[in-house]
């Protein structure tokens, strides 16, 4: 028997704000330079002291988010001010304007990529930092950042790209990162560019869904064909599935919009199909559309991330259509989340499970493990159930 | 009881001559445009039509090897210079003169990355082929394009960099590979670079040693200090015990160098300790040389290739001293390997298992695993046993 909603609710806040959130001020800020460190073990020690660009910008958002939505602790707002201010002050390529993606513990650079993931979780820190303060001015930062953002991914040869142009490709992730990127600034700061990028956003989601598969794909042609390879096979079920939830919160922000929440509810449907592991439970990395075998080392464990996108968007699938199978999978990816992920004996959860639930491997940070996508769950569903 | 090394050395070339290399001629060379395909599926039907560049080199290797010191089938050394031919013809950067990484079934270029790893491979197949088909231009080919590599790498600022300037790091891969480059070469025409380079790779591999860890590190700095995060901390077994073998190799080369083989020996009984897995056999991915958990998704896995490594350096290891503990982990390797990795069911071997010995996916090859590892093994162990 489950817990009520309610029950569900008062728990996550608890979850946040007793043990994630502590953890992360007590072991992952850093007081000596500011900002926030993420290689961290089981029990909260650093084991690497490189800081995650990514993670400034997340956990600057976080911090924030968690100040506005849920309690308003000054020691939140503070955090998310520290990861600005260190973003500010060393992770930006005074050459180009481009973020790094990590840099030393007080800052010095070690590692630029040609992507610009660094700059969208610095805008988001930026306007949460914003709604959070009252201080209109880290809006105009996030709007400025985002504006930039479009001048780097448009300008021909601006960032080096990975693959020749051989075989034109488009990428679902920062397709979908710039619809929660533009939507976050939006709650701060108005400007026709945010809601183009939606539009232009949704428009090229349709590009990756292939009905023939049943599957969002992660990379396809420009013109949303098939690339039949290892790579243009992979489906990414949890990252798919956070695109739904990204599409049905803009469908509830126009007014519950019924073709955007149907092509959501899609996209959700096919892709819990994919990722949802009948055997051992939980939602797998990957699965390529033919039913090949994935060529992913990880291509069968068990992440920690895919599991709160499911329970984010089931509720919201629920929410926005009353259909009792959406609450019953929010309640079987929860159940098998808290039961598989939770540490018994130190606090955060684990991230990295092989396909059978057992612990690969028990850090609880590294540079893509970090206070992101559990607090984003916890503050998320709460607020959703208010 | 183990089997004798006779019948070990039977047995390995029946498995190469009767499985391994079948198994590619018939479904990874390509007949149309030349070389190999190596993204095949457990029964042998292509799922990726994109070509490794690598592999083009090591298959050309490895089909001019098993000519020359197995049996002179032509097909094999058509196989090779199918191969070769379809490097020369199609994986060179006309721009600067590198070797791609990936290109399409026909040969256009789809990827190119910053590393000359596409050019040892080539190098290596040339020589070879030099030596099987007796043509003395492909040898003079294959030290133009060694000197080349060597220009590529010390040519300041010709490859851009993956990390900046601020943390300087030398890596154990590249090191450890011109050993191997440079011996087979020289197996096939003289130069004294290519004795000066072993000499260089051999000083340089003596600052990734760590005896306080008792563990040959990845990555170091110039001068070898540690480099205390999870990347620098990592150990890689396989590989540390792949060097190991061309160690041996080159101290035997040198009429049983006593100094060059204890350095081998030490590299190997420390890479044996932290890589063979007590509690379920096999080699392991990676371990930390600080006991700290390991980052890399797929640090508990056993992959194919370290496993057909330790069977040679143990061997080898065997032949230079006569302990019998070496002869003991050879078969106990060697046992493990062909229960778990052989498929009942069709050719080839799996790549990727699980920790435990389970097959985690069951395809035959990607873009980095194909007919390498595994016919290199059953090649050199019966020539050793020779």
């Not at 988001?124 to 201080?135: Q, R």
């Not at 780097?152 to 142009?165: A, C, Q, R, V």
């Not at 990028?197 to 420009?222: G, Y």
């Not at 592991?277 to 990957?286: A, L, Q, S, T």
Request: hydrophobic share 40%.
């Amino acid at each position: 028997m489950s817990k009520s909603l309610q029950e569900v609710s008062a728990d996550y806040r608890r979850e946040l704000t007793d043990n994630i959130l502590p953890f992360w001020l007590a072991n992952g800020l850093d007081p000596v330079h500011g900002g926030v460190y993420t290689c961290l073990d089981r029990d909260g020690s650093l084991m690497d002291s490189t800081k995650s660009v990514w993670f400034q910008g997340r956990f600057g958002y976080i911090a924030a988010a968690a100040y506005r939505l849920i309690e308003s602790r000054p020691e939140y707002l503070a955090a998310s001010r520290s990861c600005i201010d260190f973003i500010e002050a060393h992770c930006i390529d005074p050459v180009d304007g481009r973020m790094y993606f990590e840099v030393t513990a007080d800052g010095r650079p070690l590692r630029k990529r040609r992507y610009v993931f660094s700059e969208c979780f610095a805008a988001i820190a930026m306007s949460e930092y914003s709604l959070a303060s009252g201080d209109k001015s880290y809006a105009e930062k996030a709007l400025s950042l985002f504006k930039d953002i479009r001048r780097f991914i448009s300008t021909e040869g601006f960032m080096p790209p990975k693959y020749l142009p051989t075989q034109p490709a488009i990428g679902h992730s920062i397709t979908m990162i710039l619809i929660n990127t533009a939507s976050r600034i939006r709650e701060a700061i108005a400007d026709p560019v945010l809601d183009q990028q939606i539009d232009e956003s949704i428009a090229t989601l349709k590009l990756f869904m292939h009905p023939e598969f049943e599957a969002l794909l992660e990379t396809v042609t420009p013109q949303g064909e098939l690339i039949d390879t290892c790579a243009g096979r992979t489906i990414n079920p949890g990252h798919c599935i956070e695109t739904a939830w990204f599409l049905l919160e803009e469908a509830r922000y126009r007014g519950n919009d019924p073709e955007l929440t149907q092509m959501a509810l899609t996209i959700l449907d096919w892709s819990w199909k994919w990722g949802w592991d009948e055997e051992f439970g939980g939602i797998i990395n990957f699965r390529d559309c033919k039913g090949l075998p994935c060529q992913d080392y990880a291509q069968d464990m068990k992440f920690w991330w895919p599991q709160t996108e499911a329970v984010i968007a089931n509720l919201y699938a629920y929410q926005a259509t009353g259909n009792e199978k959406y609450l019953q999978r929010f309640h079987q990816t929860n159940d098998w989340m808290l039961a598989h992920f939770r540490d018994p004996d130190y606090p955060e959860w684990y991230g990295y499970l092989h396909r059978d639930g057992t612990v690969a491997q028990p850090a609880k940070g590294n540079l893509f493990k970090g206070p992101f996508h559990i607090p984003r769950m916890l503050i998320k569903v709460p607020t959703l159930l208010k």
